[in-house]
């Protein structure tokens, strides 16, 4: 396994799978006045690409500054009661109470805003997401919309809130993006440390069945990869990989379950060729290349610096397209999960954890040591 790069792969364009995120050239955005368009093959490769490791700490500044404009930006354009119900303080505990479910929030729904107002808001966003990031939003939210059309108006595409936890660009500070099947946590506990985790995605229909929107899989590129890692081992390997005859039912790392993990388990990277650990890097770059260049350079360095040969690929329940299942890819600290069990297994659960940097503990811990909070 290579440690001096990472080496992202259109694996979606080359054997047919959606890319996450990307709906079908018909399908309408939740909003249309903020569609931009299915970014090209070229734009994904180039949006992947790792910059050098060695300038990671300097970008990650840049990317603290911006971010920081973009929500002052944001917080300027609402008026007083828009701006109370965005601003919450840092160490509130609802900032570390993120969840998936759908449930009564604090901050400002999208559906709150003026055109101008969601649209600042999501300039925020794409400071640290890039296309395929904020498609990934959009995917989420037009799925909200079939469940409108199937289960009523409690479905709700608008019903995302967008909170900001303390001052912009004071640190520590930062904001999260949340409503059902969507949790994005930014977090910028110092200088030159960026946190984007945990970040979860669902899709529910995993693939839509009927209407305008049939065919559409939000999260059917990772599945995909998953099945082409496993079809691609040699049994001892297989079995090696496959930890549980049936699928677990949902992530096992959801809010407050970290400690259930325990250690990583399947099938190590470093037994697998190098065909077979591009395919997998390629799954964790479903996430991980869902961030703005700079960023995405900084997290694939940060999993690199794990060793990605102690990485595990870990797969649980059917083989069978169809049916339930669940996998993961689970190392040191980073943790990527997939699970599609409920109705039907056609509803997905997937989430990034970074188990020792979420929400920006590690980097928060050093920044009140060096300097005491009263």
Same mark, same amino acid.
């Given at each position: 396994?290579?440690?001096?790069?990472?080496?992202? +792969?259109?694996?979606?364009?080359?054997?047919?799978?959606?890319? &996450?995120?990307?709906?079908?050239?018909?399908?309408?955005?939740?909003?249309?006045?903020?569609?931009?368009?299915?970014?090209?093959?070229?734009?994904?490769?180039?949006?992947?690409?790792?910059?050098?490791?060695?300038?990671? *700490?300097?970008?990650?500044?840049?990317?603290?500054?911006?971010?920081?404009?973009?929500?002052?930006?944001?917080?300027?354009?609402?008026?007083? *009661?828009?701006?109370?119900?965005?601003?919450?303080?840092?160490?509130?505990?609802?900032?570390?109470?993120? +969840?998936?479910?759908?449930?009564?929030?604090?901050?400002?729904?999208?559906?709150?805003?003026?055109?101008?107002?969601?649209?600042?808001?999501?300039?925020?966003?794409?400071?640290?997401?890039?296309?395929?990031?904020?498609?990934?939003?959009?995917?989420?939210?037009?799925?909200?919309?079939?469940?409108?059309?199937?289960?009523?108006?409690?479905?709700?595409?608008?019903?995302?809130?967008?909170?900001?936890?303390?001052?912009?660009?004071?640190?520590?500070?930062?904001?999260?993006?949340?409503?059902?099947?969507?949790?994005?946590?930014?977090?910028?506990?110092?200088?030159?440390?960026?946190?984007?985790?945990?970040?979860?995605?669902?899709?529910?229909?995993?693939?839509?069945?009927?209407?305008?929107?049939?065919?559409?899989?939000?999260?059917?590129?990772?599945?995909?990869?998953?099945?082409?890692?496993?079809?691609?081992?040699?049994?001892?390997?297989?079995?090696?990989?496959?930890?549980?005859?049936? *699928?677990?039912? &949902?992530?096992?790392?959801?809010?407050?379950?970290?400690?259930?993990?325990?250690?990583?388990?399947?099938?190590?990277?470093?037994?697998?060729?190098?065909?077979?650990?591009?395919?997998? &890097?390629?799954?964790?770059?479903?996430?991980?290349?869902?961030?703005?260049?700079?960023?995405?350079?900084?997290?694939?360095?940060?999993?690199?610096?794990?060793?990605?040969?102690?990485?595990?690929?870990?797969?649980?329940?059917?083989?069978?397209?169809?049916?339930?299942?669940?996998?993961?890819?689970?190392?040191?600290?980073?943790?990527?999960?997939?699970?599609?069990?409920?109705?039907?297994?056609? +509803?997905?659960?997937?989430?990034?954890?970074?188990?020792?940097?979420?929400?920006?503990?590690?980097?928060?811990?050093? +920044?009140?040591?060096?300097?005491?909070?009263?």
């Amino acid at each position: 396994m290579p440690h001096d790069g990472w080496h992202p +792969h259109d694996d979606a364009s080359q054997h047919g799978a959606p890319r &996450e995120g990307e709906p079908h050239a018909h399908h309408p955005h939740p909003h249309q006045h903020h569609h931009r368009g299915p970014p090209t093959r070229r734009a994904l490769l180039a949006a992947a690409t790792l910059l050098p490791f060695g300038r990671a *700490s300097a970008q990650t500044a840049d990317a603290g500054q911006r971010i920081a404009d973009a929500a002052g930006r944001f917080l300027a354009s609402l008026d007083e *009661s828009q701006r109370q119900k965005a601003s919450i303080a840092f160490d509130s505990d609802n900032r570390l109470d993120w +969840h998936y479910i759908p449930r009564s929030r604090p901050g400002l729904s999208l559906g709150e805003m003026r055109p101008a107002q969601s649209d600042a808001a999501r300039a925020l966003f794409a400071t640290v997401l890039n296309e395929r990031g904020l498609q990934l939003l959009d995917g989420v939210r037009l799925l909200e919309g079939v469940l409108r059309e199937q289960q009523g108006s409690f479905r709700d595409p608008g019903r995302y809130y967008v909170s900001v936890f303390g001052m912009p660009g004071r640190f520590p500070w930062g904001w999260r993006f949340e409503g059902h099947h969507l949790s994005l946590n930014v977090a910028l506990p110092a200088a030159g440390h960026v946190a984007v985790t945990p970040f979860f995605a669902g899709a529910h229909p995993a693939t839509v069945r009927d209407g305008p929107h049939r065919g559409f899989r939000l999260l059917g590129a990772s599945e995909d990869l998953a099945r082409q890692i496993m079809a691609g081992l040699a049994p001892p390997e297989r079995q090696a990989a496959l930890i549980a005859d049936r *699928s677990f039912g &949902e992530i096992v790392a959801s809010p407050q379950r970290e400690r259930d993990l325990g250690a990583p388990r399947g099938l190590e990277l470093g037994r697998m060729d190098a065909a077979q650990r591009v395919l997998v &890097e390629a799954l964790m770059d479903r996430f991980l290349g869902t961030l703005a260049a700079d960023l995405a350079a900084a997290q694939k360095r940060r999993v690199i610096e794990q060793g990605l040969a102690a990485f595990r690929f870990a797969w649980a329940g059917s083989l069978i397209p169809g049916e339930a299942h669940y996998f993961r890819v689970h190392g040191p600290a980073t943790l990527i999960e997939h699970d599609n069990t409920q109705n039907g297994a056609n +509803h997905i659960h997937t989430v990034w954890r970074d188990l020792a940097a979420d929400f920006g503990r590690d980097a928060l811990a050093e +920044h009140y040591r060096r300097q005491p909070h009263r």
